[in-house]
């Protein structure tokens, strides 16, 4: 199986935008999620579907996917948002799900 | 509210199997398949297949193809994942989580996690 393509790290200081990508050739075609893992915590869904919200996730996430890349966009940063973040699609060859590699996330 | 509860922590030798459990509650258990994830120590998350829960049909990664099982239990709602000839490399945490991440909605809700421990 494949992995997605995922800068191992960003950083950005509080307040600021940070902008997470996830790359993969016409992933625009492809439906995207991403999560968001502290450490010792399970995953939790913070974008689905490119770009839709899950209950009780801040306004401050956002999604978008075209051509070759999916953006995961956190404005006005916080401390409690620093985290590894991952992408995932699905592969319909093979059936099966596809995770991004993570992105580690700190927050100066 | 959803929860799927996990079953605890296991510490095998290698070459043994392993079942982890995943015991779902809050919703109508046979609306959603339920997909096994692993994170390897300092790794990232690794899908290793999904079954459906209504009719136990299952998918597996290709890499566990062989040697896992995932069954379902539809009175008690609990689904169970069997991994066999056990490798140090298997040393992981395991999650069960809702969904398949092939629909529109992804992986929704995760279990808390299972270490499994192999080593001799």
């Known amino acids: 199986s494949y992995v997605l393509a995922q800068a191992p790290s960003v950083s950005v200081a509080p307040g600021k935008t940070a902008r997470i990508t996830c790359g993969e050739n016409n992933i625009g075609s492809k439906t995207v999620h991403w999560y968001q893992q502290k450490p010792g915590q399970a995953p939790v869904l913070v974008i689905y579907y490119d770009s839709d919200r899950p209950s009780g996730i801040p306004e401050r996430f956002s999604g978008s996917n075209s051509g070759n890349t999916a953006t995961l966009t956190i404005s006005r940063v916080e401390a409690g948002d620093e985290a590894d973040y991952y992408c995932q699609v699905w592969d319909t060859t093979n059936e099966h799900a596809v995770f991004g590699g993570g992105t580690k996330l700190t927050v100066l | 509210q959803v929860q799927l509860v996990q079953s605890g922590p296991e510490v095998k030798k290698p070459g043994a199997s392993v079942k982890v459990s995943c015991k779902a509650s809050g919703y109508t258990f046979t609306s959603y398949g339920i997909s096994w994830v692993r994170q390897a120590p300092g790794q990232g998350l690794e899908w290793m297949g999904w079954?459906?829960?209504?009719?136990?049909?299952?998918k597996y990664a290709q890499k566990f193809q062989g040697r896992i099982t995932m069954t379902t239990d539809t009175s008690t709602s609990t689904v169970d994942m069997e991994l066999r000839s056990l490798k140090s490399d298997d040393t992981a945490v395991y999650y069960c989580a809702r969904g398949s991440g092939g629909g529109p909605r992804g992986i929704d809700f995760w279990g808390q996690g299972t270490l499994v421990t192999v080593s001799s």
């Open positions: 079954i459906t829960a209504f009719n136990g049909h299952s």
